[in-house]
């Protein structure tokens, strides 16, 4: 070997182990602060705007919780056993609002605002925010209009589908704000309803609908982009609440720092680095080794791995995230409901919750989340019967001839797949035979939402964004020619259908309970999804960490969130 | 009989390839000029190709944007606003730039799911991978070349069969693999690796951006620390991907030299007496083509194929942008990256094809 090779290799050596060196000091880690943490997604906010591309997308209304606030939010409940705080969904109280008042006669609801809230922008907040909030939304100036839509599904009025008429002038005139928000003083509002629904309250409470800084916003308006959707997506998200963006780069990291006048109080943590680490086995390995303070989405089997570890803590909560069988109703056999109802019965629940989520989850007994206000547990839920699987086949004529196909995400193959795999076990030992059929995510949604055209499915995707099982009746089960918004196993009931116009205008709340209460056992016994189990939210988390409260967004808010000294 | 030649000289080559004349010069003009050419109707064939297949993908993107909670309405305004509400044939203008703002300007249009435009997404990615696959190739060819002639030489030694199973080793296993069990090893047992979390600690403020490349950036801001701790949280995905890149540069390497060394120039020129070094150095001028060929492979296909390092290290390149674009249907980003890598890739064959001409008389002859 030559001398300037050897001292090439040598001199590379030197400055290799120089720079290992320099940076392994520059990393240690030592205590843990109680006024920076490190949070790792497998994904941070791709864009903030509420209207925007990216509003779908959980970690920008994750985001768009934690920089904005909204007019009112429901009140704290207890916690669960992991500590997690949980919020009591029939009852709401002020946030931006301080306090409100609703007149039946007139359909109006008033609030009063709270005086003296100061943004990131230090502009303070009052009436003409939420006037501007509105009329944002009512423009459907974004690619996607999340805020007429909350506010449609609300029956706020003049939130109109006529916003999208293809004739210009009309278009444009019902795009106007007008009466149905207005300013009756700098900190009172009133919005005014079309007809009794109770969803206004919950919508209020949603990404959605959270109120904008007008003159943080109008600031950074440009005459192409009247309503600063550029701005909001891709710089800054001018609005009140507990933190402020410090710095932000899209698909790698968004560093927020604490709004120090923030009404309810400075948050405890000032800095919050949140960063984008694709693989759950890193986000694991770095709260395990205290480079970061919190993670979430896990596999099951990650979460379980956890128990006993020094340092680290697993929170988890019931909330709405569940998992259950989709079988269309335009396609043979699942027209039949004997069909259905035998594969109701094939399935073992518990042993998916064993072995699927490692026993963070539960039995699903209704179509409804658990959580939700009118939820209702079936009088008659489904059981594992192989027996009664084979007879409700015998009876229905069925006859296998293997080409059922499970259809999956293919992006959720870590939880789903196996899952998939036992649900195959299960129903081939009551003589139906199926392949399984993971298909990329995107494609997913196009056949269950846009298509309708999924034959056999299993989804564990579908959160009624407002927490009311009304709602999720709307959404879900409600037939298409009637209004439904996302019927995806095209099912059809004129029971639910009158049941559903009952309860909308119902503003009693225990004959509200009564009416959803029929609507899922009617659901029940028509087997319109096959409900599986209502699976955990979790987040594994440094045990000095404490404070995680669910939201129905299942995200993370940082002002909720301590760390002890030690 | 063969002309007789002075094999070891550079000048002498260049003179037998005309490359110090006019005519060499006129002519290689000439060749990059048809290349570059060719490298246009290249890229333009396959950016129309992925404009149409995407869009005959069964599947929409437009549920991916309105998500689950929607009314027809809502779905009906995210589709025009996409421009999906339109003609084939007019969004093919729009993406060319028939109305002055499209491809042929620069402008790659907007990601579907970030908002931002897919130019600034790719400035921002790009250089995360170059950085990588780029420091990645010279580890990996520092190792591997020398290995590769070292067991040409010595064909059947201890090297040559550890080298033979490594290579069956390493080539068995998928990239991502290795990179998880190295930070097992590295990282989690052994303490000796940064948390895969990115290009720097999570509370290390970055340089100011000038090139993207942070490991320049921070030397032209001054930010040592940031260098180091970039440097720091690069070597173990950059000696990862050395690794893997280096089994088929080992094996080239040696079949290359193998050839060489046996054959009937190297022949005459023991016979004619030339020193040892003499003869390595033709030995390994020789053996360059095919080895700077399958590099030349290799990076074009890194370039997109080190997504999976990418995603393990948490590094957010153009692997990863393209990855997410595939996955959410956002046209203009996987039309913008596949432009952006064809383009990257048909500029490092020609460099490649022009290193040959000036390398290997027989190309220029050609």
């Given at each position: 070997m030559s001398k300037k090779l050897k001292a090439l290799i040598i001199g590379f050596s030197l400055f290799f182990v120089t720079a290992c060196s320099g940076g392994a000091e520059s990393s240690g880690s030592g205590a843990i602060s109680t006024s920076e943490i490190v949070s790792l997604s497998e994904d941070v906010p791709p864009g903030l705007d509420s209207d925007g591309p990216s509003a779908s997308i959980p970690v920008t209304q994750m985001a768009i919780g934690n920089i904005m606030e909204p007019l009112v939010y429901y009140k704290d409940g207890a916690a669960n056993a992991t500590g997690v705080g949980l919020f009591d969904f029939n009852e709401f109280e002020g946030r931006l609002a301080?306090?409100?008042?609703?007149?039946?006669?007139?359909?109006?609801?008033?609030?009063k605002l709270r005086q003296g809230v100061v943004g990131c922008n230090d502009e303070t907040f009052n009436a003409d925010d939420v006037l501007y909030t509105f009329a944002r939304a009512k423009?459907?100036?974004g690619s996607a209009p999340i805020g007429w839509f909350l506010s449609n599904v609300a029956d706020i009025a003049n939130f109109t589908a006529g916003v999208f008429d293809a004739d210009a002038a009309v278009a444009t005139a019902a795009k106007e704000l007008g009466d149905e928000v207005t300013k009756v003083d700098d900190y009172t509002v009133t919005i005014k309803q079309a007809k009794p629904n109770k969803l206004l309250l919950p919508v209020l409470t949603i990404f959605g609908l959270n109120i904008f800084d007008k003159e943080g916003m109008e600031a950074n308006a440009t005459p192409e982009d009247p309503w600063a959707h550029e701005y909001s997506n891709n710089t800054n998200l001018p609005s009140f609440g507990a933190y402020c963006i410090d710095n932000w780069v899209k698909s790698d990291s968004m560093t927020l720092v604490a709004n120090e006048n923030y009404y309810a109080g400075a948050p405890s943590i000032k800095k919050v680095v949140w960063r984008k680490v694709p693989t759950s086995a890193n986000r694991l390995a770095a709260v395990q080794t205290g480079q970061a303070q919190i993670v979430d989405k896990l596999t099951p089997s990650e979460f379980a791995s956890l128990d006993g570890v020094e340092g680290v803590s697993v929170s988890a909560v019931t909330g709405n995230q569940n998992l259950f069988v989709h079988m269309n109703f335009l396609t043979k056999p699942f027209d039949n409901v004997l069909v259905r109802r035998a594969i109701a019965s094939a399935i073992d629940y518990d042993k998916i919750i064993a072995n699927g989520y490692f026993g963070k989850a539960q039995k699903w007994d209704s179509h409804m989340p658990s959580t939700y206000p009118g939820y209702k547990k079936a009088d008659s839920p489904y059981t594992y019967d192989p027996e009664a699987a084979k007879a409700l086949l015998a009876e229905a004529g069925y006859v296998d001839d293997g080409s059922l196909k499970l259809t999956y995400i293919t992006e959720l193959e870590s939880t789903l797949g196996p899952i998939a795999t036992q649900i195959r076990a299960d129903l081939a030992a009551v003589g139906i035979n199926i392949e399984l059929d993971p298909i990329p995510q995107s494609q997913f949604g196009d056949r269950a939402l846009v298509k309708r055209d999924l034959p056999f499915a299993l989804n564990d995707n579908e959160?009624?964004?407002?927490?009311?099982?009304?709602?999720?009746?709307?959404?879900?089960?409600?037939?298409?020619?009637?209004?439904?918004?996302?019927?995806?196993?095209?099912?059809?009931?004129?029971?639910?259908?009158?049941?559903?116009?009952?309860?909308?205008?119902?503003?009693?709340?225990?004959?509200?309970?009564?009416?959803?209460?029929?609507?899922?056992?009617?659901?029940?016994?028509?087997?319109?999804?096959?409900?599986?189990?209502?699976?955990?939210?979790?987040?594994?988390?440094?045990?000095?960490?404490?404070?995680?409260?669910?939201?129905?967004d299942n995200g993370i808010r940082f002002k909720d969130l301590s760390v002890a000294s030690n | 009989m063969r002309p007789k030649q002075k094999i070891a000289s550079v000048a002498h080559l260049r003179k037998v390839c005309f490359l110090n004349t006019e005519i060499g010069k006129t002519k290689v003009a000439s060749y990059v000029l048809r290349r570059i050419f060719i490298g246009f109707l290249q890229a333009a064939g396959i950016t129309l190709v992925v404009f149409f297949v995407i869009r005959s993908l069964p599947a929409d993107p437009v549920a991916r944007l309105v998500g689950f909670n929607s009314t027809p309405d809502v779905y009906n305004q995210a589709k025009a606003s996409l421009g999906l509400d339109r003609t084939i044939w007019v969004q093919l203008g729009d993406f060319v730039g028939t109305d002055g703002s499209g491809v042929i300007t620069g402008d790659l249009g907007k990601s579907w799911v970030t908002g931002s435009s897919v130019t600034s997404g790719v400035a921002t990615t790009l250089p995360i991978t170059l950085q990588l696959v780029l420091l990645s190739f010279v580890v990996a060819i520092a190792i591997a070349v020398p290995i590769g002639v070292a067991t040409a030489k010595r064909p059947g030694g201890k090297l040559d069969k550890s080298v033979f199973g490594y290579g069956l080793f390493a080539g068995a296993q998928p990239e991502f693999w290795w990179a998880l069990m190295f930070i097992f090893?590295?990282?989690?047992?052994?303490?000796?690796?940064?948390?895969?979390?990115?290009?720097?600690?999570?509370?290390?403020?970055?340089?100011?951006k000038i090139t993207g490349f942070i490991l320049i950036d921070s030397l032209l801001t001054?930010?040592?620390?940031?260098?180091?701790?970039?440097?720091?949280?690069?070597?173990?995905?950059?000696?990862?991907?050395?690794?893997?890149?280096?089994?088929?540069i080992i094996k080239m390497t040696r079949q290359s030299m193998a050839?060489?060394?046996?054959?009937?120039?190297?022949?005459?020129?023991?016979?004619?007496?030339?020193?040892?070094?003499?003869?390595?150095?033709s030995t390994l001028r020789a053996s360059l083509p095919p080895i700077l060929t399958l590099t030349g492979i290799l990076f074009g296909f890194m370039l997109g194929g080190?997504?999976?390092?990418?995603?393990?290290?948490?590094?957010?390149?153009?692997?990863?942008?393209?990855?997410?674009?595939?996955?959410?249907?956002?046209?203009?980003?996987?039309?913008?990256?596949?432009?952006?890598?064809?383009?990257?890739?048909?500029?490092?064959y020609l460099i490649l094809d022009l290193v040959l001409v000036f390398i290997d008389p027989r190309v220029k002859a050609q």
């Open positions: 301080e306090s409100f008042t609703y007149d039946e006669a007139t359909l109006t609801w008033t609030f423009s459907v100036s959160k009624p964004i407002a927490v009311d099982s009304g709602y999720a009746t709307l959404l879900f089960f409600v037939s298409a020619a009637n209004g439904s918004l996302n019927n995806m196993v095209n099912y059809e009931s004129t029971t639910v259908d009158d049941l559903y116009v009952q309860l909308k205008n119902e503003g009693d709340n225990t004959k509200r309970d009564a009416l959803l209460a029929q609507v899922q056992e009617t659901l029940m016994t028509d087997v319109t999804w096959v409900p599986v189990v209502e699976y955990q939210t979790q987040w594994a988390h440094s045990d000095k960490l404490s404070g995680i409260k669910w939201h129905p | 090893f590295f990282y989690f047992q052994l303490g000796i690796a940064p948390a895969p979390l990115g290009m720097l600690d999570p509370l290390m403020v970055a340089p100011d001054g930010r040592v620390d940031a260098f180091f701790n970039a440097l720091w949280h690069l070597w173990l995905p950059i000696m990862t991907l050395a690794f893997i890149l280096s089994g088929p050839r060489v060394l046996s054959s009937e120039f190297i022949l005459y020129s023991r016979a004619s007496g030339l020193s040892r070094k003499q003869i390595a150095r080190a997504v999976l390092i990418e995603q393990v290290f948490s590094l957010n390149g153009l692997g990863s942008y393209s990855i997410r674009a595939v996955l959410n249907l956002d046209y203009p980003a996987i039309q913008g990256t596949v432009l952006i890598i064809t383009i990257i890739s048909l500029i490092v």
